[in-house]
């Protein structure tokens, strides 16, 4: 009986114990404390630096590039094609044989005209000599006066037949070199108009040959653009043009803008210009649509973030995570200028020395620790 009480004081005891301590039972103070029990692990971040770079301004734009030399083979006179000399598609040098019209007509009409100078000639060596006999009895009365007039008279009329006959004689040698058609250029040959075998009027269009090493880029800009067009076209000789491919942003090439239209187009609000291309490698192709970038001018020493690293709220707030030395990040507000080559210059609230957190910044605010992994440069 005395067992079973103890064994009844113990257990109530151990009851007791157990009680006290889940009541004085506190939270660590280290809970919450960064690095503490309880606290969140800083988050993986890649960074990179602000870059301090010459950033041109420039206005974008979409052009199309047109050949600087664009030329329409036409026939100069009618007759059947004979012979095509070179491939459709094919580059041809100045003065490469084009195509052969039937030179047998032009050159029976020529033959003709040379007989008929010959005849002409031989006959003014005839009233000449005529002229000269008439001449030494003149004086004699041997013929009369209107006897030598007339003599005379058909002396010039030899001599004006010559003229005409030589006149028609250049104008067969040029239709005779009409039938053999050259290229007045060094160029692309386009697709064949006319074939071989087909009968041709004369101002026939057989092809045509364009220039694709030399062009030009057309394009427009907003008016608005154009006071600072005007300034700095005033302050240089001339502005570089940028163009680009829009299926591969990768090829480009620069030009030179040479031409701005004489007035501004009502209807659009926009100014024709004009750059010229040189294309040696024929990266860009007449015809093509391209991205085009004028040129303005270079803000020099500007601090530069990769536009992927900064961050839009609200009516255009912009904002960039800070890197601190300490590992944590901040949130800085910052104004943003000129975009160029994914890369957006800061006007205002970074300094050129800082780094800015560019992936990993989910769910990161003021004082968020961090540890970085990488930093792209």
Same mark, same amino acid.
């Given at each position: 009986?005395?067992?079973?009480?103890?064994?009844?004081?113990?257990?109530?005891?151990?009851?007791?114990?157990?009680?006290?301590?889940?009541?004085?039972?506190?939270?660590?103070?280290?809970?919450?404390?960064?690095?503490?029990?309880?606290?969140?692990?800083?988050?993986?971040?890649?960074?990179?630096?602000?870059?301090?770079?010459?950033?041109?301004?420039?206005?974008?734009?979409? =052009?199309?590039?047109?050949?600087?030399?664009?030329?329409?083979?036409?026939?100069?006179?009618?007759?059947?094609?004979?012979?095509?000399?070179?491939?459709?598609?094919?580059? /041809?040098?100045?003065?490469?044989?084009?195509?052969?019209? @039937?030179?047998?007509?032009?050159?029976?009409?020529?033959?003709?005209? *040379?007989?008929?100078?010959?005849?002409? *000639?031989?006959?003014?060596?005839?009233?000449?000599?005529?002229?000269?006999?008439?001449?030494?009895?003149?004086?004699?009365?041997?013929?009369?006066? !209107?006897?030598?007039?007339?003599? *005379?008279?058909?002396?010039?009329?030899?001599?004006?037949?010559?003229?005409?006959?030589?006149?028609?004689? /250049?104008?067969?040698?040029?239709?005779?070199?009409?039938?053999?058609?050259?290229?007045?250029?060094? =160029?692309?040959?386009?697709?064949?108009?006319?074939?071989?075998?087909?009968?041709?009027?004369?101002?026939?269009?057989?092809?045509?040959? !364009?220039?694709?090493?030399?062009?030009?880029? #057309? &394009?427009?800009?907003? *008016?608005?653009? &154009?006071?600072?067009?005007?300034?700095? +076209?005033?302050?240089?000789?001339? %502005?570089?043009?940028?163009?680009?491919?829009?299926?591969?942003?990768?090829?480009? $090439?620069?030009?030179?803008? @040479?031409?701005?239209?004489?007035?501004?187009?009502?209807?659009?609000?926009?100014?024709?210009?004009?750059?010229? +291309?040189?294309?040696?490698?024929?990266?860009?192709?007449? =015809?093509?649509?391209?991205?085009?970038?004028?040129?303005?001018?270079? +803000?020099?020493?500007?601090?530069?973030?990769?536009?992927?690293?900064?961050?839009?709220?609200?009516?255009?707030?912009?904002?960039?995570?800070?890197?601190?030395?300490?590992?944590?990040?901040?949130?800085?507000?910052?104004?943003? =200028?000129?975009?160029?080559?994914?890369?957006?210059?800061?006007?205002?609230? %970074? $300094?050129?020395?800082?780094?800015?957190? +560019?992936?990993?910044?989910?769910?990161?605010?003021?004082?968020?620790?961090?540890?970085?992994?990488?930093? #792209?440069?």
């Amino acid at each position: 009986m005395k067992t079973k009480s103890n064994r009844c004081q113990l257990i109530a005891l151990v009851l007791l114990s157990i009680g006290f301590h889940g009541c004085n039972t506190k939270t660590p103070k280290s809970a919450g404390i960064p690095g503490g029990p309880g606290a969140r692990p800083p988050v993986p971040v890649t960074v990179t630096p602000a870059k301090v770079m010459d950033v041109p301004i420039t206005v974008g734009s979409l =052009g199309k590039c047109i050949s600087q030399e664009s030329i329409n083979i036409t026939a100069q006179v009618p007759g059947e094609i004979k012979e095509v000399h070179v491939a459709q598609g094919s580059y /041809v040098e100045i003065n490469e044989m084009l195509y052969t019209i @039937d030179p047998r007509k032009y050159e029976a009409t020529l033959a003709k005209l *040379e007989a008929e100078l010959a005849k002409a *000639e031989a006959q003014l060596q005839l009233d000449e000599a005529k002229l000269t006999r008439s001449k030494s009895l003149l004086p004699d009365n041997y013929i009369s006066q !209107q006897e030598f007039e007339t003599c *005379e008279s058909k002396v010039l009329q030899d001599r004006a037949s010559i003229k005409q006959i030589e006149a028609q004689i /250049v104008q067969a040698k040029v239709d005779l070199e009409h039938c053999h058609i050259t290229s007045p250029i060094n =160029g692309l040959m386009g697709k064949y108009q006319v074939d071989c075998g087909n009968v041709v009027s004369q101002a026939t269009v057989l092809a045509n040959i !364009q220039n694709v090493w030399q062009l030009y880029v #057309d &394009f427009s800009i907003a *008016e608005t653009y &154009f006071p600072d067009l005007n300034r700095y +076209l005033s302050e240089k000789d001339s %502005l570089d043009v940028e163009v680009s491919s829009i299926s591969d942003p990768s090829i480009t $090439a620069t030009g030179t803008l @040479d031409f701005v239209n004489n007035s501004i187009d009502p209807s659009s609000g926009t100014i024709h210009l004009r750059a010229s +291309l040189e294309n040696e490698d024929t990266s860009f192709w007449p =015809g093509q649509s391209v991205t085009v970038r004028l040129k303005m001018t270079t +803000l020099n020493n500007a601090i530069t973030l990769p536009t992927e690293a900064i961050k839009i709220h609200g009516n255009n707030r912009y904002y960039v995570l800070v890197a601190k030395p300490d590992n944590t990040a901040e949130l800085r507000q910052i104004s943003v =200028g000129e975009t160029y080559n994914n890369r957006t210059v800061i006007k205002e609230g %970074l $300094a050129a020395d800082e780094t800015v957190i +560019l992936k990993g910044n989910i769910m990161l605010g003021n004082g968020s620790q961090i540890i970085v992994m990488q930093q #792209d440069e």
